[in-house]
């Protein structure tokens, strides 16, 4: 009992000392003078309970403490010398804002084309490497064609003679002279001639696997000796200069997202970012994942590859006047969504806790709903461990 009518007088000595001259080096040492007596007077019994005994204690006599200096400094700014923490300000106002939705998708190439051969054969010659450039038309490999060169051979002689025949007949034929079945029959065997080369010329094109496109040799998938079959893939040529992304969007956005609205591709493979616009939107819900297609152009990079994974940002809603501040400087303290500001206490400039609300968070900034308004000044830097009241300098 003598320790607690001890400790009271002490504290009553301190403060009537605190207010009626400078704080006194002796209050400020306060705290632990009561830890050095109580723990003397107690010995060792049960020292975790008067360790915390006394934690409580001296966070209450800090916060008296503090308390007085504020009603002094206020009262009488030169009376007391009061610690104040540096930090530095913004004044809030208005600006754009963004609300996104995020889903990751894949790089594709609008021209990624299998290639196979359109004839049945033995491969004699194939003309192109992997990762070569080719132009659309040009010829990746050949099929065997003899026989229809052959055949080819052989009906261009069959046509020769057919032509002179047609030609002698026509002429007999505009003097009058012979039958016109004769005439008919010759022009009929030259025309049949002529279709039936057309047709070897054809399928002699067929024996050459040509690029559908301008683009590069991703693989070869043939050699020379093997078989060729119409569907089995033989090369892959792909445009890399003509890329978009390819996602799912959740079918909840389904009136929000159109064609044009604004994409950041982020790919974190490549440490890049890349602002884009919706170019697809899809119309059709996917049963099973209850989402709709989108799509997004890519500007010619020498760094972008087909399957490459893709991060999009979809901006569904912009906020023209929004109060916005960096997303660090709110924060999380029993459940509440805090940020601090400076404000002039009188003669002061202190340190004030706002409670706020957070409407959404785009490229770390907070849409701030309601708590501040245009012209608060925020505490950007040394707001960690403020308290409400605290003075502060800037």
């Known amino acids: 009992m003598e320790i607690y009518i001890l400790l009271k007088k002490m504290l009553t000595n301190n403060i009537i000392n605190l207010k009626t001259m400078k704080l006194s080096y002796t209050l400020r040492l306060l705290p632990f003078a009561l830890v050095a007596v109580f723990l003397a007077?107690?010995?060792?019994?049960?020292?975790?309970?008067?360790?915390?005994?006394?934690?409580?204690?001296?966070?209450?006599?800090?916060?008296?403490?503090?308390?007085l200096e504020?009603?002094?400094?206020?009262?009488?700014?030169?009376?007391?010398?009061?610690?104040?923490?540096?930090?530095?300000?913004?004044?809030?106002?208005?600006?754009?804002?963004?609300?996104?939705?995020?889903?990751?998708?894949?790089?594709?190439?609008?021209?990624n084309i299998l290639v196979s051969a359109k004839a049945m054969g033995v491969i004699t010659a194939v003309f192109v490497k992997e990762g070569q450039n080719v132009t659309k038309g040009q010829v990746l490999a050949q099929i065997d064609n003899s026989i229809t060169e052959?055949?080819?051979?052989?009906?261009?002689?069959?046509?020769?003679?057919a032509k002179i025949v047609y030609q002698k007949q026509k002429s007999l034929w505009d003097q009058q002279i012979g039958t016109e079945i004769q005439f008919l029959q010759a022009k009929n065997n030259k025309e049949s001639l002529e279709a039936r080369l057309a047709t070897l010329n054809e399928?002699?094109?067929?024996?050459?696997?040509?690029?559908?496109?301008?683009?590069?040799?991703?693989?070869?998938?043939?050699?020379?000796?093997?078989?060729?079959?119409?569907?089995?893939p033989a090369f892959r040529v792909i445009n890399i200069k003509d890329l978009k992304v390819a996602a799912k969007v959740s079918e909840s956005y389904v009136t929000?997202?159109?064609?044009?609205?604004?994409?950041?591709?982020?790919?974190?493979?490549?440490?890049?970012?890349?602002?884009?616009?919706?170019t697809f939107v899809g119309r059709n819900i996917d049963p099973l994942s209850r989402s709709f297609p989108?799509?997004?152009?890519?500007?010619?990079?020498?760094?972008?590859?087909?399957?490459?994974?893709?991060?999009?940002?979809?901006?569904?809603?912009?906020?023209p006047n929004a109060i916005c501040v960096p997303i660090n400087l709110v924060q999380?303290?029993?459940?509440?969504?805090?940020?601090?500001?400076?404000?002039?206490?009188g003669k002061q400039l202190v340190a004030r806790r706002k409670e706020v609300s957070v409407g959404g968070v785009y490229d770390n900034l907070a849409e701030i709903t309601s708590g501040l308004k245009v012209g608060d000044?925020?505490?950007?830097?040394?707001?960690?461990g403020l308290n409400d009241g605290e003075f502060v300098k800037i």
């Open 41 to 67: 007077s107690c010995g060792d019994t049960d020292k975790a309970a008067q360790l915390a005994e006394l934690k409580a204690k001296q966070a209450e006599l800090t916060k008296s403490i503090t308390a």
């Open 70 to 111: 504020n009603e002094i400094a206020a009262e009488n700014p030169d009376s007391i010398t009061v610690r104040m923490k540096d930090i530095n300000v913004a004044e809030l106002a208005t600006r754009k804002f963004d609300y996104f939705v995020q889903t990751q998708g894949m790089i594709e190439s609008e021209d």
């Open 150 to 161: 052959s055949s080819i051979a052989e009906v261009k002689s069959s046509l020769d003679l």
């Open 203 to 232: 399928q002699l094109d067929m024996t050459r696997i040509k690029s559908p496109i301008n683009g590069t040799v991703e693989a070869v998938n043939i050699k020379i000796g093997e078989n060729a079959a119409p569907g089995a």
């Open 256 to 278: 929000s997202i159109d064609k044009g609205n604004k994409v950041q591709v982020i790919l974190p493979d490549l440490d890049k970012k890349i602002d884009g616009t919706v």
């Open 294 to 319: 989108i799509e997004v152009k890519l500007p010619s990079q020498a760094s972008l590859r087909p399957s490459m994974t893709a991060i999009l940002r979809v901006v569904f809603k912009s906020e």
């Open 332 to 345: 999380d303290i029993n459940g509440k969504k805090i940020v601090y500001v400076a404000e002039m206490d």
């Open 377 to 384: 000044k925020i505490i950007t830097v040394g707001y960690q």
